[in-house]
């Protein structure tokens, strides 16, 4: 995937993206299995709500700079999840 085409589809989602669409998707992650330390990684999410499992990890990284706004909103709406940082 170019970044142009990155970038596209990174738009796209932060356009899509409801709290409701971030539930399913966390959920459906949950169901495949918890990351290691518990719960469901950043950047899985972000390669998930790409559509891409396969995305290398800097540009999983880079969308996942852009994203992170849109997604803590996302995710401030529902009282059942909330938005870790690591170390």
């Known amino acids: 995937m170019t970044y142009k085409d990155l970038r596209q589809k990174v738009e796209e989602v932060k356009s899509q ?8 998707a966390v959920r ?8 290691p330390g518990g719960g469901i990684a950043a ?3 972000v390669k ?3 559509g891409d ?6 540009e999983t990284v880079w969308a996942y700079e852009r994203l992170k706004p849109t997604l803590r909103m996302a ?3 529902i009282p059942t ?4 940082e690591g170390e």
């Open 17 to 24: 993206l409801t709290p409701r669409l971030m539930e399913e």
């Open 28 to 35: 459906t992650l949950l169901r495949q299995g918890e990351d």
């Open 43 to 45: 950047l899985r999410l």
């Open 48 to 50: 998930h709500l790409l």
């Open 53 to 58: 499992p396969g995305l290398r990890d800097i």
């Open 75 to 77: 995710l401030e709406q």
């Open 81 to 84: 999840l909330y938005f870790m």
